[in-house]
C-alpha cells in the first residue's frame, strides 16, 4: 500500500504550465485522493493572468498568498464586480460563475485555490497552451 501523501510542497508534484503562469496541483484526487475538492498554488508572473473563464459546476475559493492584482467576479446577473486584491484576501467564485484574476504588481503573485467539487483542473488539460512541468523543475512556491 502507497503511504497516503498528507503533506505536499508545490515543488514536489508536477505542475500545469501555461503562457499566463502555473497551477501546481497539491491536493486532489490524483495527488492525494481528495474526492469532495481540489486545488493548488497558482504562480502568476507581472502583467500577466488568466482571462475570463468558468468552472460549470463547481465553486472556486481564491486566496492572495503574495503579490497584488485585479479579480473580477460576475454577478448573477452576468456583471463584472471587480476589486484590487493584495495577500490576505479570500474570494468566493460562486458555482459556474465568470471570472478573471491579473497580476498589476511589479513581482509574482501567488494564489491558492479550491475548487469543489473536484475536476475543473483537468479541462485545463485541453488548453492550447498546457505543458507540463515535471516536480523539482521550473518557478516553484
Known amino acids: 500500500m502507497t503511504k497516503p501523501n498528507y503533506f505536499v510542497y508545490p515543488k514536489d508534484v508536477e505542475a500545469f504550465g501555461f503562457d499566463w503562469g ?24 507581472s502583467g500577466q ?8 459546476g463547481a465553486e472556486e475559493i481564491i486566496f492572495v498568498i503574495a503579490g497584488e492584482g485585479q479579480q473580477m467576479v460576475e454577478d448573477e446577473l452576468g456583471n463584472p464586480i471587480i476589486a484590487e486584491v493584495r495577500p490576505g484576501c479570500t474570494i468566493y467564485v460562486p458555482e459556474s460563475r465568470f471570472h478573471s484574476t491579473k497580476n498589476t504588481g511589479g513581482g509574482p503573485m501567488q494564489l491558492f485555490v479550491v475548487y469543489s467539487p473536484s475536476g475543473p483542473e483537468r479541462a ?9 512541468i515535471p516536480p523539482g523543475t521550473g518557478r516553484r512556491a
Open 22 to 45: 502555473q497551477l501546481s496541483l497539491t491536493i486532489g484526487p490524483d495527488t492525494n485522493g481528495a474526492s469532495r475538492f481540489s486545488g493548488g498554488v497558482v504562480n502568476l508572473p
Open 49 to 56: 493572468g488568466h482571462t475570463r473563464h468558468n468552472h460549470p
Open 124 to 132: 485545463l488539460r485541453e488548453l492550447p497552451d498546457f505543458r507540463i
